[in-house]
């Protein structure tokens, strides 16, 4: 068995979590293949293999991300890429889709047994339309979200099938997986939905409306957007991690992905435990 390590060693506490991973693992018989950024700081562990992400994601039978959200979320592209299971040990502040944090170390031996469950994950596509050619096409695992800098109000219009679905006047938008629900979509205001449904949801961002509410699209929907900005400052960003202009000439085409990412619960039921005590519990 092999177990590829993606640590981000600016979070505090991941690199003594991720030598203690080392060890723990190589103990239990797996194999650990790290990327070469990761060399210095396992210059100890002389049993641990190194090549590129593309090369360890490949080759390995799970990732282990090992950080925060966004580390998850950068290790979820390699994961969906080489459709490799993910689990998350949180070393950040929330880490609400990490299965484990940095004092249960002692759960990865459930990896070799296979004694956890698998959670199949909903992704979405934005594909970025010019004179009616997709000139570019980005897979995002939480959200992808429309806005322009400094919080500028723009008037926007989601299609589908040709059909004007909302018109709305806001300061931007974000189309959430369920997944992402419990990110920037749960902080504009949306709801918290359960992580293995697969629906869309329109949340806008500060809509310059009483009523604009968020919206829950069935998965097979394929919806456009427009905006009418006088200038080219639109920008649309695929989990936080790409951000493209979007002019007024343009539109994105927001759907289901076919990619799917394989999150792995080691405990059970940490979805719940997450809403209850990162979400419903002040932040200590």
């Keep these: ?5 993606m640590p981000n060693f600016g979070k505090l506490y991941a690199l003594k979590t991720a030598l203690e991973c080392c060890d723990i693992l190589n103990s239990l018989g797996i194999e ?20 590129t992400a593309d090369e360890i994601s490949a080759e390995c039978d799970i990732i282990i991300a090992i950080g925060g959200d966004g580390t ?3 290790a979820s592209v390699y994961a969906s890429d080489h459709d490799k299971p993910l689990m998350g040990i949180n070393t950040g502040r929330l880490g609400f889709m990490a299965s484990m944090e940095r004092d249960e ?5 459930k990896l070799k047994t296979g004694d956890y469950v698998k959670e199949e994950r909903m992704m979405l596509d934005a594909l970025l339309v010019r ?3 997709t000139v570019s096409s980005h897979a995002a695992l939480n959200d992808i979200v429309i806005a322009r800098p400094y919080s500028k109000i723009t008037d926007y219009e989601i299609l589908t099938d040709g059909i004007v679905v909302s018109s709305m006047r806001s300061d931007g938008m974000v189309f959430a997986t369920p997944t992402g629900s419990t990110a920037y ?6 709801p918290i939905l359960e992580p293995e449904t697969e629906c869309i949801q329109l949340t806008p961002i500060c809509p310059h409306s009483l009523f604009s509410r968020t919206m829950v699209f069935k998965s097979e929907r394929i919806l456009e957007i427009r905006h009418f900005s006088d200038d080219e400052s639109v920008y649309f960003s695929v989990d936080g991690k790409f951000s493209h202009a979007l002019t007024a000439e343009e539109s994105l085409i927001i759907k289901k992905s076919e990619k799917k990412l394989q999150l792995i619960d080691i405990k059970g039921h940490s979805f719940f435990s997450a809403v209850n005590n990162k979400l419903m519990n002040p932040i200590k």
């Design 131 to 133: 004179n009616g050619k």
């Design 105 to 109: 170390l002692g759960s990865l031996s």
């Design 1 to 5: 068995m092999k177990i590829a390590l």
């Design 185 to 190: 979509a749960l902080s504009a205001g949306g």
């Design 32 to 51: 650990v293949l790290a990327e070469n950024c990761c060399k210095k700081e396992f210059s100890e562990k002389s049993f641990v293999k190194f090549s």
């Design 72 to 74: 998850i979320l950068t």
